[in-house]
């Protein structure tokens, strides 16, 4: 079986702070070894100065691995679009992620399935690699119909770029009904999903579908990370909530690199 280095991300939201930066980069100095790969996805006006402060702890920085992303970009390459964020702008403050598809932009900002799937793509151009998010409501899931909405997510992206672009890509998982809630998927339904998203990919390639890193999202913290991340299927977290308190995102990076 592949081995799949576990990713923790962080996605402040609207949330956060300079000091926030500061105070992650302490703890992470304190932690002695990590193999997990950390990517924080700041607001876009915290980038520069997270950028600098990456900069001034390169140590921890490289013994972490810890990156920028951004928390969405423009589907256009540059232009007249008010309040749009280019992936070459993200590209320009060091991101290499970029988390395209999170349900909040999806239900409250209107992405449909085929903006994601074009800013997966320009993501891509962009050399940034897409985290992309998919996930159901409760509706959803308590109609049964989990898996065609997982399906119908994927295959608007597959329809668009094929499956050899998800050579650069990653999956977050994220059940509408835990992101915020602070009710998380039990591991079992987690692995479940990212088991069927795995296979579905699989399907098509071999190498992708094995290859792919998978991340759970949905009120990941501590107490419940060890449980969700050591499942076979599971390749690290998208963390929203627990990413702001710094102990405790440092808890989970930590808790990510024994699972490996
Ligand atoms: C998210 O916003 O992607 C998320 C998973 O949030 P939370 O951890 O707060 O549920």
């Not at 060890?226 to 299927?233: E, G, K, S, Y």
């Amino acid at each position: 079986m592949a081995t799949r280095r576990p990713i923790v991300a962080a996605n402040w939201k609207m949330a956060g702070s300079r000091q926030l930066g500061a105070e992650l980069l302490e703890k992470f100095a304190l932690l002695s070894d990590s193999s997990a790969e950390v990517v924080i996805c700041p607001p876009a006006v915290y980038l520069d100065s997270l950028q600098q402060q990456l900069s001034e702890h390169s140590d921890t920085v490289a013994q972490h691995r810890i990156t920028l992303g951004g928390q969405n970009l423009s589907h256009q390459e540059f232009g007249a679009y008010t309040g749009e964020i280019a992936g070459s702008m993200l590209n320009e403050f060091g991101c290499r992620y970029v988390i395209i598809g999170h349900s909040e932009r999806r239900s409250m900002y209107g992405e449909s399935s085929d903006i994601v799937a074009d800013k997966f793509v320009m993501a891509q151009k962009m050399g940034l690699t897409p985290i992309l998010c998919v996930g159901e409501s409760l509706a959803a899931r308590e109609a049964n119909r989990t898996f065609e909405v997982l399906n119908g997510e994927l295959n608007a992206v597959l329809d668009k770029v094929g499956i050899m672009a998800f050579d650069n890509a990653v999956i977050a998982y994220e059940p509408i009904w835990a992101i915020g809630t602070g009710k998380s998927a039990t591991p079992e339904q987690a692995q479940e999903v990212h088991a069927f998203i795995r296979q579905r990919l699989m399907q098509l390639s071999p190498y992708i579908g094995e290859k792919i890193r998978i991340l759970y999202g949905g009120s990941v913290k501590p107490s419940n990370a060890a449980d969700l991340f050591t499942r076979p299927d599971v390749d690290g977290g998208l963390v929203g909530g627990a990413s702001l308190n710094a102990s405790d995102f440092v808890e989970l990076c930590r808790i990510a690199s024994e699972s490996e």
